[in-house]
Nanobody
Framework: QVQLVESGGGLVPSGGSLRLTCAAS????????MGWFRQASGKEREFVAAIKWSDLYASYDDSVKGRFTISRDNAKNTVYLQMDNLKPEDTAVYYC?????????????????WGQGTQVSVSS
């Protein structure tokens, strides 16, 4: 099993920054794909960014390109999401997820393990 714990959410004004952290433990494998998703109230869960432990691959949804940066620390089994120039439409619960197959995916149902989520709220 894999356990994922997110932290770092909060309330910030528009234009502000936050850094989310996802601490992974358990049977985490280096071929896993690690993703960040978000779900706003009344909306479906959507892809934000993904990264692999084992190479330089990283991908972003167009809505966050240039503002968000995903990174990882293999020694700490931790994935980060640096969020800059936040906008009110970024308000959502942010989830960390792991995909055991490792191949690229933006679909939530293709991820096997999920954290409990952390709330990000951006005021206008």
């Amino acid at each position: 099993q894999v356990q994922l714990v997110e932290s770092g959410g909060g309330l910030v004004p528009s234009g502000g920054s936050l850094r989310l952290t996802c601490a992974a433990s358990g049977r985490i494998q280096r071929n896993y794909l690690m993703g960040w998703f978000r779900q706003a109230s009344g909306k479906e869960r959507e892809f934000v960014a993904a990264i692999k432990w084992s190479d330089l691959y990283a991908s972003y949804d167009d809505s966050v390109k240039g503002r968000f940066t995903i990174s990882r620390d293999n020694a700490k089994n931790t994935v980060y999401l640096q969020m800059d120039n936040l906008k009110p439409e970024d308000t959502a619960v942010y989830y960390c997820a792991a995909r055991s197959l490792g191949s690229r995916s933006t679909r939530p149902y293709e991820y096997d393990f999920w954290g409990q989520g952390t709330q990000v709220s951006v005021s206008s």
